[in-house]
């Protein structure tokens, strides 16, 4: 497998080589959709505020991968002239993705009626919290609200706990930037058969309830229970959870097939009475106190050389750190280095497309001259926009 290449080459390579992206620069997973899709190959513009202020969490440019693998255009939107602009910029794209409150794009003659009466075969992605329409619409959330919303904070925590925030990567990264992502690609695979642009509504909430199908449907099947940590996947399970080793660190344990747990219990090992009585629930609160009891044996590391040749599905659980220097993912070269950044590296690979790590934007990429002419913009024009301040620094 060839591994991504650095730096900004003339021409894109990747699968989506020739696709042009325009994102409306915004927080949560829009940005992550763009850096994707941006590293698969397409040619990003991000449109951000001429006079857009410094994020909550501001990163210096060397660490900022909301702004990597793009060209920058500070553009007054506010501006009836900057409006237009983009929408001419919108006739030479394929895509456009956005991830406003809805009415936003609307308030500023930019929303999906406007832009495909003057580009019919642009996909625009619309990402948010809550979708379109609806009562909570226009309501402010981050992945812990659409998760509470979705049934699925509910659901994540140990019996008797709170619930517990997944970080930010159930609703934003995967109901939100993947989902977008998706629904984009299937827009652009009906394009090609009709010529014809449509609106992607991508929405958190659901998003993330998608992923959350398969518990739907055992729940459905009384095969799930309604309270967190009672159930095979949430801790309720003494052969699915973590533990404390030794040296403070933890395992993880997760043998649900059979076969599996029979290895697992042989190396432990587990007393028999127990490895006989897998799916037994009587069983389970005095297996789970002999597994924790003899885990505490030996160090994360110990353990890790144990089963380290089985199928037992028995892993250390490493640091974000020490996750970059476990030998299956340098061997892989799952993350990659770019400048002071070591990062995970673009995912999915492709057999027949090379990627191309995306890095910080150069003083070129940010420069209106040098976007604009891409667009077959006359530079007499361009000229006279600089000057008219339409642009931000």
């Known amino acids: 497998m060839a591994t991504p290449q650095t730096g900004a080459p003339a021409v894109k390579t990747g699968p989506l080589a020739g696709l042009r992206v325009i994102e409306m620069a915004g927080l949560g997973p829009v940005p992550l959709a763009a850096l994707m899709l941006s590293e698969m190959g397409a040619e990003v513009l991000r449109i951000e505020r001429a006079d857009s202020k410094e994020p909550l969490l501001s990163l210096p440019e060397a660490y900022d991968l909301d702004r990597h693998g793009r060209s920058i255009l500070k553009l007054d939107l506010k501006r009836p002239d900057g409006a237009e602009l983009l929408l001419r910029l919108a006739e030479k794209t394929d895509v456009l993705i956005e991830g406003f409150r809805p009415g936003v ?25 809550f979708g379109q329409d609806g009562p909570l619409a226009r309501r402010a959330g981050h992945d812990i609200t659409y998760l509470a919303y979705a049934g699925l904070l509910h659901a994540i925590g140990r019996r008797g706990a709170p619930p517990v925030p997944p970080l930010n990567l159930v ?14 690609l299937a827009a652009l695979f009906q394009r090609s058969r009709t010529g014809k642009g449509q609106v992607v509504d991508a929405a958190m909430v659901e998003g993330a309830s998608m992923l959350a199908a398969p518990i739907h449907a055992f729940m459905a099947a009384e095969l799930w229970s309604d309270s967190r940590g009672e159930n095979l996947l949430d801790s309720g399970a003494p052969f699915y959870d973590t533990y404390q080793t030794a040296d403070g660190q933890h395992i993880a344990i997760g043998c649900l097939e059979p076969q599996f747990f029979a290895e697992f219990a042989e190396l432990l090992p587990l007393d028999e009475r127990f490895a006989r009585s897998q799916y037994d629930r009587t069983s389970w609160p005095a297996m789970r106190a002999a597994i924790a009891d003899r ?7 110990e353990w890790a050389d144990v089963f380290a040749a089985t199928d037992a599905c028995v892993a250390p659980v490493l640091s974000l750190t020490e996750a970059r220097d476990h030998p299956h993912n340098r061997a892989r070269q799952s993350f990659v280095r ?13 057999s027949q497309a090379l990627q191309t790590l995306a890095v910080a934007p150069t003083a070129a990429d940010s420069q209106p001259a040098s976007v604009l002419v891409r667009f077959g913009v006359d530079e007499t024009e361009i000229e006279a926009l600089v000057r008219s301040g339409l642009f931000g620094q």
């Open 171 to 184: 609703a934003d990264q995967g109901g939100g930037a993947m989902m977008l992502i998706a629904g984009v």
């Open 295 to 301: 885990i505490r044996e030996k160090t994360r590391d």
């Open 105 to 129: 794009m609307e308030r500023l003659g930019l929303g999906p009626d406007v832009v495909l009466e003057r580009s019919p075969g642009l996909i625009y992605g619309r990402l948010t919290g």
């Open 338 to 350: 770019s400048v002071r950044l070591e990062r995970p590296a673009p995912s999915p690979r492709f």
